[in-house]
């Protein structure tokens, strides 16, 4: 099992940028896919983008494309998001998770490994 641990969260004004990272470790993870989910109180845990091991491959929620691009460094270790163009409504808790597997999925069940979560504050 890989640990994934979040940072970069917290509160932003509406417009602005933040760039979340995950750190794994436990297991070198650059044959994982990884993916970025969020979550609101009340609702599920929702897609917002997944990468493949390789990098080539991306996929994006089409509440997010354009303003949000993943990325990995296999030698750190790290896969990021970075997010534009902020919107109130992109406040939720970001999960980072990964994946036994090279390709993408946008299922959370696909996913095997999670971190802690951490805040995104949207203001208006």
């Known amino acids: 099992q890989v640990q994934l641990v979040e940072s970069g969260g917290g509160l932003v004004q509406a417009g602005g940028s933040l760039r979340l990272s995950c750190a794994a470790s436990g297991r070198t993870f650059s044959s994982d896919a990884m993916g970025w989910f969020r979550q609101v109180p009340g609702k599920g845990r929702e897609f917002a983008a997944a990468?493949?091991?390789?990098?080539?491959?991306?996929l994006y929620a089409d509440s997010v494309k354009g303003r949000f691009t993943i990325s990995r460094d296999n030698a750190k270790n790290t896969v990021y998001l970075q997010m534009n163009s902020l919107k109130p409504e992109d406040t939720a808790v970001y999960y980072c998770a990964a994946r036994r597997f090279p390709w993408v999925v946008r299922d959370p069940s696909g996913f095997s490994s999670w971190g802690q979560g951490l805040q995104v504050t949207v203001s208006s």
């Open positions: 990468l493949s091991a390789s990098g080539d491959s991306t």
